[in-house]
């Protein structure tokens, strides 16, 4: 089965709205196109107006019906705007992604309170923010949260402890919320992605060949993930086949928890 194939069956997300934050580019834009070609109702929402309408425009020539907004997910009072202008447009919402993302290699020492905050508002702030102003329409259609975290968020990284800290605040917050919501038929998870090929964490991260070749080489797995390696893992924790699950943390991420496998002969 090729990358671009789904082991799920066709329509799988027929019927469903799904509000996406930070789903114009990369790892949560591939999720939109794939809920999209799954038969879902797409609503996204980032800061750039242009990526908006960019990704608007691919997922209605995909044949379902999209809509968007430019959101600052650090404001409340827009978000809600946003959720709002979601149910007037399509009446409902049955899944959330909170996948809203900052990241840039610092130093503790030479970061600013400014860009430590900044990183902890968007990802922490913003996961909050998107699942709380969801969470009353998603209780009259039993629905789902995703929240994209990361790796950082289990482990202590070096020039990383802005990212470290606000993702392992996402993970808690997963977890709290899923014992909070549950009893209301929400469930609430989080996806970890691990080194992922053609993102920009990537590019931030491992920006050289011989960095690309390092962080591939020490993983258990041998080779980058891919934007699809994450779209199915959403895919599936939206699908009955995840119905009893909540409050986890999946990591899809080529054994980069496991730690550096860069000795490990193959048999």
Known sequence: MSNTDTPFKDNLMAGKV????????????????????????????????????????????LGIKAAGKNVDVRSYPDVEEAINDCLEKFGQIDMVLAGQAGNFPAGAAQMSANAFKSVIDIDLLGTFNVCRAAVEHLNRTDGNIIAITAPQATRPWLYQSHVCAAKAGVNML????????GPSGIRVNAISPGPIADTEGMKRLAGTAEMLEQTTNSLALRELGTKDDIADAALWLCSPAARYVTGTIIEVEGGTSLGDASGALKL
């Open 174 to 181: 997963i977890k709290c919320l899923a014992l909070e919501w």
């Open 18 to 61: 799904c509000f996406l934050s930070g789903a114009t580019s990369g790892i949560n834009r591939q999720i939109a196109v794939r809920f999209a070609k799954q038969g879902a109702t797409i609503y996204v929402v980032s800061r750039s107006l242009d990526k908006v309408n960019d990704t608007v425009a691919e997922l209605e020539a």
